[in-house]
């Protein structure tokens, strides 16, 4: 009997596979038969599989999230492994953690980030808001109001029945403020009223009182005119601020003093004998230029009725939160911002004694 010769193992395959009608008995042919270079490649996905859209994302979120709860609460069967549930356990807290670090790395990037305009916030405002805004109609950063009364400069004068000259005199301005009623002082403060209640701000009725330090002359006629100044609805109304004068022994929100130029440094180093000043509460304005102006303000164009006027709102501002030289000259020929050391300088601008759009703000 002839010896059987043990099958090849590709043998045995194959007659496997012609058992199963494959390979060439069934007129296919598989890889192995076929040259590299002409196998047949695997299709490539389209786009649409690629990209799933907003559904099959969230469908696909829902069902890993259901399947993690599911083997969560799996493992936590009284009855399920402990190797299993100690894995969970774990991974469920590495999950938790890197979840909590991200929303703190997202979070410390936003807050490093600058605001989306790209410019430094203005400052902040007492009000329940945070801030009040600077005013959105602004042309060029000047006001119609500021334009119209740098224009008239010899205005006051024609209603006051005063000349030129007597602008520029002292004590014709200390005379004419005596004539000033209470029916004239409730008049101009219901204006101011209402034009701080129009302007869209938050209202604040600031009071003050009025003292002298040293000998500084009539300080009836420096109240009159600083209350005027104050409360004029081309003023510190127009960002939503009233002013109030009280007694000199009532509480208040801050002090107005007409101080002697010697006077000045002490009430802080940073105080001059040439200028007036503001330290925390006290708003101190300077006798010498109450009296005088300075000569760059008045070889400006401006008075000394004017600059009065402006000596007071300036250090005002400064209580409202301002400070100094926030907003400079915009060019030749422009009023020049409240808060502007005018008193030193107009650097081409017009003198002026009123805020601008861009100081209609208070902190």
């Known amino acids: 009997m002839a010896k059987r010769e043990p099958m090849n193992p590709r043998n045995r395959n194959a007659k496997s596979d012609a058992g199963r009608g494959v390979g060439r008995r069934s007129g ?25 859209g907003g559904k099959e994302v969230w469908a696909s979120l829902c069902m ?3 399947r993690w709860a599911r083997a969560i609460l799996s493992a936590m069967r009284p009855d399920a492994k402990r190797t299993r549930r100690t894995m969970l356990i774990r991974r469920t807290v590495v999950c938790v953690a890197s979840l909590l670090v ?10 490093l980030l600058p605001s989306s305009d790209g410019g430094s916030p203005a400052p902040s405002s007492v009000a329940a808001d945070g801030k009040d805004q600077k005013s959105g109609a602004q042309r060029d950063g000047r006001s119609d109001a500021s334009d119209a009364k740098e224009a008239d400069d010899g205005k006051d004068a024609a209603e006051d029945g005063t000349s030129v000259d007597e602008e520029n005199d002292a004590a014709a301005l200390d005379a004419q403020a005596a004539s000033f009623t209470d029916a004239q002082r409730e008049a101009l403060f219901a204006k101011a009223q209402a034009t701080a209640d129009a302007s869209g701000r938050t209202r604040w009725d600031l009071t003050y009182r009025v003292v002298a330090d040293g000998d500084v002359g009539d300080l009836e006629a420096f109240a009159v005119q600083a209350y005027q100044a104050l409360n ?7 960002a939503g601020v009233t002013f109030t004068q009280v007694s000199a022994d009532a509480d208040c929100d801050f002090n107005l003093i007409l101080a002697e130029a010697d006077r000045l440094p002490n009430y802080d180093a940073g105080c001059s004998d040439e200028y007036s000043c503001r330290v925390g509460d006290d708003v101190i304005i300077n006798v ?29 501002g400064h209580r409202l ?11 030749e020929g422009q009023p020049a911002p409240l808060m502007q050391q005018q008193s030193k300088g107009l650097n081409g601008c017009l003198p002026n004694e009123w805020p601008v759009d861009e100081e209609l703000w208070t902190q």
């Open 321 to 331: 939160g301002h400070l100094d030289n926030e907003p400079s000259c915009g060019g």
């Open 28 to 52: 296919r042919r598989s890889n192995h038969d076929v040259p590299s270079d002409v196998r047949r490649r695997p299709a490539k996905r389209s786009d649409a599989r690629l990209r799933p």
């Open 102 to 111: 991200a929303f703190a790395l997202w979070t410390g990037l936003n807050a």
């Open 64 to 66: 890993t999230w259901r």
């Open 232 to 238: 004029d609805p081309l003023g510190w109304p127009r």
């Open 288 to 316: 010498d230029r109450w009296n005088g102006g300075t000569e760059q303000w008045l070889g400006a164009g401006g008075t000394l009725r004017r600059y009065r006027r402006m000596a007071v709102n300036h250090e005002v």
